[in-house]
């Protein structure tokens, strides 16, 4: 099938090679413009774009989809189907009626349950046991079309969401590899979401990073899983030169209990509202490299009886 490719991030990446790997046609790469990144803020291509490159695609990076000179440009692709993977852009009707088959949108939970812009990161932060891949016919609603395929995956305990986005990446893109094998041969049935059980999952603020000691063990440790690799949830203390930031990449709840915020021992762990929380892995201010809990605190002059604020 003629399929055009609509994505941005190392997420949308397996799915594109799979879709060329499977022997289908990609008269264009849609994904957002080169953006500035590193210490020299040097623009750098989107991972998709590097991908489509390396391939001799196509690549198209309008900052808006919308007006008839997009919608034009659109139809001379004669697609079958769009394949779009967060994109990043909203897709007007003129374009979502364009392809044959409609536009198929691979998103990163089990809808209804969070829609929206961070659903891997909102599954690990509200504590879900589970999580997974869907593949959906966009509308112009919010993540609201009707799901034909699904893909599960456990969230077990000490997963974090950058764990689980390299996890769900394969998944995905398996997923869709089945989805356009069923477009192409036996049709593709669709199911409308469910009305009820429908969360948004807001894209992740950097007032949330925080890390709050004052609430049960369990929230803290997902919230700071949830948060990895970023913006990585942080707390503050006074390392030998006044207040630092640390940020903390990992952690799972643990026996202990005390004021919310106290260093219990020297391994990392810290007491919560209810329980304590063990820190398994921190990267401070400024540092490229990550420690344990035990090993950041033998450089931290932190004792057991400190607060982390």
């Given at each position: 099938m003629r399929v055009v490719f609509m994505g941005t991030p190392d997420f949308a990446v397996p799915t594109l090679a799979r879709v060329l790997a499977d022997g289908h046609t990609v008269p264009a790469v849609y994904t957002r413009a080169p953006a500035k990144a590193?210490?020299?803020?040097?623009?750098?291509?989107?991972?998709?774009?590097?991908?489509?490159?390396?391939?001799?695609?196509?690549?198209?990076?309008?900052?808006?989809?919308k007006g008839d000179e997009a919608a034009e440009t659109f139809r001379r692709h004669e697609a079958d189907v769009a394949v779009v993977v967060a994109y990043g852009l909203l897709l007007p009707q003129a374009i979502l009626d364009t392809p044959r088959h409609g536009c198929l949108n691979l998103h990163g939970s089990l809808l209804p349950r969070w829609r929206g812009a961070a659903p891997i990161q909102r599954a690990v932060m509200a504590g879900d046991a589970e999580s997974g891949v869907g593949i959906m016919r966009m509308e112009a609603g919010?993540?609201?079309?009707p799901v034909a395929l699904e893909a599960r995956l456990p969230i077990t305990p000490g997963v974090t969401a950058g764990d689980l986005h390299d996890?769900?990446?394969?998944?995905?893109?398996?997923?869709?590899?089945?989805?356009?094998?069923?477009?192409?041969?036996?049709?593709?049935?669709?199911?409308?979401?469910?009305?009820?059980?429908?969360?948004?999952?807001?894209?992740?603020?950097?007032?949330?990073?925080?890390?709050?000691?004052?609430?049960?063990?369990e929230e803290v440790a997902a919230h700071i899983n949830g948060l990895s690799p970023f913006p990585g949830a942080f707390f503050e203390a006074d390392l030998g030169k006044g207040p630092e930031r640390v940020k903390v990449l990992r952690a799972e709840a643990a026996e202990g209990s005390g004021s919310p915020g106290t260093l219990l021992d020297a391994e990392g762990t810290i007491a919560?509202?209810?329980?304590?929380?063990?820190?398994?892995?921190?990267?401070?201010?400024?540092?490229?490299?990550?420690?344990?809990?035990?090993?950041?605190?033998?450089?931290?002059?932190?004792?057991p009886g400190a607060r982390l604020a």
């Open positions: 590193g210490r020299g803020m040097a623009l750098r291509p989107s991972p998709v774009q590097a991908l489509a490159e390396r391939h001799g695609l196509p690549v198209l990076t309008p900052a808006s989809l919010l993540d609201t079309g996890a769900l990446m394969p998944l995905g893109a398996d997923l869709m590899a089945e989805a356009l094998r069923r477009l192409e041969t036996d049709g593709l049935a669709f199911t409308p979401q469910a009305d009820e059980g429908v969360l948004y999952a807001a894209k992740i603020g950097n007032d949330e990073a925080r890390i709050a000691w004052d609430r049960p063990a919560c509202a209810t329980g304590a929380v063990h820190l398994t892995e921190l990267r401070r201010a400024g540092k490229g490299g990550t420690a344990s809990g035990a090993e950041f605190l033998r450089g931290a002059r932190l004792e």
